[in-house]
């Protein structure tokens, strides 16, 4: 009977990767959303400007054409802030990427080595078996 001196370590780099990995997928999931919410600012914007495109035919008041302005710097501030929070989400995501990856190498070394000592096993026990 083959039993592998490291089957609890593997079994628990087996769930760091599980967790791991359910730590990126939502990370990745967070950022998309965030993308999403960045794209709905940018259309937002852009309904904004067109509205004060189609009045600049009508007469406005120069306080209504600022306060307008200025709502539409309020919304590029906004967006760059997003922008800012996408890239670190990003960056985050980009951190984990790598410790996944990691965490995958690590439980493959030990799957490979519990392969090699379960081939070693099966020799020994062929050869055994040839020699009774």
Known sequence: ???????????????????????????????????EKLVGMGLEKERLLQCL???KDRLLRPGDVELRLAYVQ???????????????????LEHKRRNLM?????????????????KEHRIQQSWLERIT
């Open 1 to 35: 009977m083959f039993t592998f001196k490291f089957q609890s370590v593997l079994d628990a780099r087996k769930t760091k990767e599980e967790q791991v990995l359910a730590e990126f997928i939502e990370q990745t999931r967070a950022l998309g959303r965030e993308e």
């Open 53 to 55: 495109r189609e009045e």
């Open 74 to 92: 309020t919304w590029n501030r906004k967006i760059a802030l997003q922008r800012s929070l996408i890239q670190k989400l990003s960056q985050d």
């Open 102 to 118: 990691d965490v995958v190498k690590d439980r493959k070394i030990l799957e490979n080595l519990k392969e090699r000592h379960l």
